[in-house]
């Protein structure tokens, strides 16, 4: 075989796919002293750190003239949007949570386009020594492209910004899902694909039932770092499409020097980042049951 | 007319651009329900010969025709036990047997008639009580079972087992020998075996394929087994066929054709 480039690495987080705390918690009915302990230990340094670091900020900051403002400051001065995060006063003053939401509306269409157009093209990449020679040099080209360079173009495209928003998450998130399916396809062993060949499955067959279980783990890592991917590149684009959106909401705080309003936004945009990546990490756990133990 | 009918079957890879002949002129000629061992060293291309009446491989010269019929393609009449047992991961053991099951029967069988045939399979290799098991949960005996469940529930014409008891405990091996005598009394099927083992192949076979050494390698002795069925591995170990098939085999093996080097 024609040594692969690039394709052959899978790209992974750092964290891996499986992550102890899971495994940890699901041991917690028993409670008894030692389980308690165990909960303190996971919980109480996180809490210790963000404890020091809070007192650092607000020390650090409260002298007259300090760039941001401590967080003291931050709650009080943010406490109207903190509590009432529903408050709609038509156009773009809105609570959090519908900024949040459009945002992740954008991302949840642009990202499920990603995985959809990510799987086939990766599976025919993966597939096809031919279409891998001809499309792996311009993928790997395209995708070193940042999102915001995209977004110029499908305005002139689109003509309008929810579009372009979306296809600028589109094509932020596709690469890395091409890529670890391509990987995954080329990895199924022969000996499901001699299964195949025995009973004779037809392609789309193949597809459902050999191709998308054996490289699940694989495309699920690169749904991962799509959706990581997808949720840095919403908020930049937001700030430049305008309209409803977290990124919005912070562009707009920043021209009307509400420093505190965007810390609690940019506290928000981390939370949900957070939650993004668990969940399709925790989908994939779920899904790849099976597979990855073999 | 010969069932299975292998005729100056021959085949070479490539690879790096030098051309390597692997099998070279394999005539054999199998009739219905006969059961056949194919014995050799390691490395001599057992396992291709027998890909290629699976189908999946393509022989370079000569011809697999099955009743009559040239073998170009892999299909379910020829169903493969793999040496490796080869089932699906993320299945249970009754799924993986239905997948093969419902593509290959579809036509044949209602749905429910179909559900029947699975678990009659299943039941065949004693594997109803861990029907909803996945692979990683049972033995390396019990995979090989399903395996085998798998390949006799395609309703095959020729079963194609790739050293199917290779990598188990002399007991288990056993076992599933006498399980697999008893399938072939009642189903007939034809059957060819790899084996590396001499008293399996003198145990079940009704005739033994002794290859020689690759490269080019090709069939040099076919031994007929002329034991009564069904046989016992008690009965036999005194019996003067066995004993006799058994000294053939070993004097092929290790006189004859004595593996030229362990270098590799
Ligand atoms: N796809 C291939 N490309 C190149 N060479 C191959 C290929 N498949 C098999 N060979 C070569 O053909 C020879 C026979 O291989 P084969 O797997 O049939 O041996 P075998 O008799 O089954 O061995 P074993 O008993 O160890 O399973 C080996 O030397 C192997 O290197
Ligand atoms: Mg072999």
Not at chain 1, 118 to 131: F, H, K, N, R, Y
Not at chain 2, 95 to 101: F, G, I, Q, S, T
Request: charged share 20%.
């Amino acid at each position: 075989m024609a040594s692969p480039t690039t394709l052959d690495g899978k790209v992974s987080l750092g964290t891996g796919g499986r992550d102890a705390a899971p495994v940890k918690a699901r041991s917690l009915p028993r409670i008894s002293g030692k389980g308690l302990a165990k909960v303190a230990a996971m919980v109480l340094p996180p809490l210790v750190v963000l404890a020091g670091f809070l007192l650092f900020w607000e020390v650090a900051c409260s002298h007259p003239g300090a760039g941001l403002p401590p967080p003291s400051r931050v709650v009080s001065e943010a406490w109207p949007i903190i509590v009432d995060p529903f408050f709609d006063n038509g156009g773009t003053d809105k609570g959090l949570f519908w900024h949040i939401s459009a945002s992740l509306q954008r991302v949840a269409l642009g990202f499920a386009l990603a995985a959809i157009g990510g799987i086939l093209l990766g599976t025919l990449v993966g597939q096809s020594e031919w279409a891998m020679r001809g499309l792996d040099p311009i993928f790997q080209v395209l995708r070193t492209i940042p999102p915001l360079a995209w977004l110029p173009l499908s305005l002139a495209a689109f003509r309008d910004g929810q579009p372009s928003a979306i296809f600028v998450i589109f094509i932020t998130s596709i690469w890395p899902i091409i890529i670890n399916t391509a990987v995954g396809i080329r990895n199924i062993p022969q000996d499901y694909r001699n299964v195949a060949a025995v009973v004779r499955l037809n392609p789309l067959e193949f597809f459902f039932k050999i191709m998308l279980p054996s490289a699940a783990p694989y495309i699920f890592t690169g749904l991962r770092i799509g959706v990581g991917l997808s949720w840095l590149a919403i908020v930049a684009a937001e700030m430049l499409i305008g309209g409803v959106g977290i990124g919005f909401f912070i562009w707009d705080a920043w021209n009307s020097s509400h420093i505190s309003e965007i810390i609690v936004a940019l506290v928000y945009v981390g939370v949900i980042g957070f939650i993004l990546d668990r969940l399709v990490a925790g989908l994939g756990r779920l899904v790849t049951r099976g597979t990855s133990a073999a | 007319m010969a069932h299975l009918d292998l005729s100056q079957v021959g085949i070479s890879f490539t690879r790096a651009g030098r051309t390597t002949e692997v099998l070279r002129d394999v005539d054999l000629k199998i009739a219905k329900g006969e059961f056949v061992s194919i014995i050799g060293h390691s490395g001599c291309g057992k396992s291709t010969v027998l890909n290629i009446v699976a189908g999946l491989l393509k022989a370079s010269t000569g011809v697999v025709l099955l009743d009559g019929r040239e073998v170009s393609s892999p299909g379910p009449e020829r169903a493969v036990v793999f040496q490796n047992h080869s089932l699906l991961p993320w299945l249970t053991v009754r799924e993986n047997v239905a997948l093969a099951v419902d593509k290959v029967l579809a036509r044949k069988k209602s749905r429910a008639e179909r559900s029947a045939w699975i678990e009659h399979n299943l039941a065949l290799v004693n594997m109803m009580h861990a029907a909803d098991k996945r692979p990683n949960e049972i033995s390396g005996g019990m995979k090989q079972r399903v395996g085998i469940a798998r390949a006799l529930a395609m309703e095959p014409t020729v079963l194609l087992m790739d050293e199917p008891f290779g990598a188990l405990d002399a007991l288990t091996r056993a076992h599933l020998q006498d399980q697999l005598m008893d399938i072939h009394v009642r189903l007939k099927n034809t059957v060819i075996m790899i084996t590396h083992d001499v008293d399996e192949a003198v145990l079940l076979s009704d005739r033994i394929v002794m290859m020689t050494n690759g490269p080019s390698a090709t069939i040099g002795e076919v031994l007929t087994v002329p034991m009564a069925r069904p046989r016992k591995r008690l009965e036999l170990v005194e019996d003067k066929d066995y004993v006799h098939c058994r000294a053939e085999v070993l004097e092929f093996l290790y006189a004859r054709h004595a593996r030229p080097a362990l270098a590799a």
